[in-house]
């Protein structure tokens, strides 16, 4: 197939994309970590350029906030606009107009018929700290309920909820003790080794009792805080109901908080992943994809919870920065007027038959989960035994890379397929392309050694 957005006309990585390597190692924190050595000097829809002029297809959307794709020119102009006007003046103290624009337009989009009210932040972390924070706030309890493999924040109080890899809470001990994690309901690895639907949800039965039955007085929970599809677990899609069956807790005054951080602003094909599982949440963590790229976070609320806050009692700086908002607006805009959310659904069913297709014929792939363009490829070196195939994801995003496509993987093997919502068909089928090719040289290599 003849590439058209993909042309990789030097080595990788690059004389000057090296150097920028070799400068970042010399003075920036070694806590990042980062998957190939991609230089970013301009990128423009779903096309990605590095400082030694070679192009890229993005499948990565900045890790799920380029949802309107990069540099999109009504976000641009609306940026530029506010830029001429003023930058910063924090909402701390003084009001924005745009910023009630924006809380208007957020709240209408929210799930639940009920009066709503909006925090504003700087990232997706900040959004999850307001959150627990304010649960604890209107209930007065202390505990938290969340997920093992979940992924809410760095920080050191979303860090007590994290619980995908543990360098990312190494030497942060102690965290808070308040933080009790049971396991997500990944269907593909039960813990307990039911099959679904025949198991009927025993993985509820197995919360209940092992952990509210036992240890976990749910009269002292102030939120069970979780993100409707696993995000850095693995992009792992729970069963149908399970968020249904769930809501027992909520007679017992426990909060449901959705971090919606990676599945929000369209990402599944619905505004909010939650609208898929029938559930409202009481509080929603709003960041990514909301600002098309400029830091820009919303802990959205039922106003009874929010109003249990008094002035002063959480605030923040540069949260809503003037700029920030007159990109947010733009990009709900371009979702609307563009139909993001029908293109992320019809393109998804696309990319889901394709990796469907490409599951059946290729040994390292055991799995394909997602809705709209939210989706999981989970790489194994067996499909009976289902052995996680860590070694063989990298190479695959090795690979691609090498071939002009940006992948990036979530959890210990599950790579992830989250273009930007405007993608066109044609971008993705090349992308697509790619990305089997990849597969198909790595499950080649894969049976070579073992024969």
């Not at 799995?367 to 067996?382: N, S």
Request: some cysteine; proline content about 5%; glycine content about 8%.
């Amino acid at each position: 197939m003849k590439r058209k957005f993909a042309k990789v006309v030097t080595k990788l990585p690059g004389r000057r994309a090296a150097a920028v390597v070799r400068d970042t190692s010399k003075y920036l924190s070694p806590s990042i970590s980062r998957y190939y050595p991609l230089v970013v000097d301009s990128a423009h829809g779903s096309i990605v350029r590095d400082v030694d002029g070679n192009q890229f297809l993005d499948f990565t959307s900045g890790i799920a906030v380029l949802n309107t794709g990069s540099t999109h020119e009504k976000v641009v102009e609306a940026a530029k606009g506010q830029l001429g006007k003023f930058l910063h003046f924090s909402y701390t103290d003084f009001y924005y107009e745009n910023l009630v624009k924006l809380a208007e337009k957020i709240v209408e989009r929210v799930p639940g018929d009920f009066e709503k009210m909006v925090y504003f932040g700087n990232s997706g972390t900040e959004a999850n700290e307001a959150a627990m924070k304010l649960a604890r706030n209107y209930t007065r309890r202390t505990l938290f309920l969340a997920h093992g493999g979940a992924f809410h924040g760095r920080t050191m109080g979303a860090l007590s909820l994290t619980a995908s890899k543990p360098i990312q809470r190494e030497g942060a001990f102690p965290l808070l003790s308040e933080t009790v994690h049971f396991p997500f309901p990944y269907c593909y690895r039960c813990p307990w080794k039911q099959t679904f639907p025949e198991c009927d949800y025993y993985c509820i039965d197995f919360f209940k009792e092992q952990y509210l039955e036992q240890f976990v007085p749910v009269k002292e929970v102030a939120a069970f805080v979780y993100e409707p599809i696993a995000g850095e677990g693995g992009y792992v899609m729970p069963p149908p109901e399970y968020y249904k069956r769930m809501e027992f807790l909520r007679k017992e005054g426990v909060l449901f908080v959705a971090d919606e951080i990676q599945t929000g602003m369209g990402r599944t094909g619905k505004f909010f992943a939650s609208e898929h599982f029938g559930i409202t949440p009481d509080v929603i963590s709003i960041a990514k994809g909301i600002a098309s790229g400029l830091p820009l976070s919303a802990t959205v609320a039922k106003a009874e919870i929010m109003r249990s806050w008094k002035p002063g009692q959480h605030a923040s700086t540069f949260g809503a920065n003037p700029v920030a908002v007159e990109a947010a607006l733009a990009t709900l805009e371009v979702m609307n007027s563009e139909r993001l959310l029908e293109n992320a659904t019809r393109m998804g069913k696309v990319a889901m038959k394709r990796l469907l297709e490409m599951k059946d014929k290729h040994e390292v792939i055991g799995d394909v989960r997602g809705l709209g363009l939210f989706i999981g490829v989970e790489i194994v070196k067996d499909k009976k035994t289902k052995e996680r195939g860590e070694e063989e994801a990298h190479h695959i995003l090795e690979e691609c890379f090498h071939s002009g496509l940006l992948v990036i993987s979530a959890g210990r093997n599950t790579l992830r397929v989250i273009p930007p919502l405007n993608i066109t068909r044609e971008e993705l089928d090349e992308g697509l392309e790619i990305l089997e090719e990849a597969v198909a040289k790595v499950d080649r290599l894969r049976r070579s050694r073992r024969e």
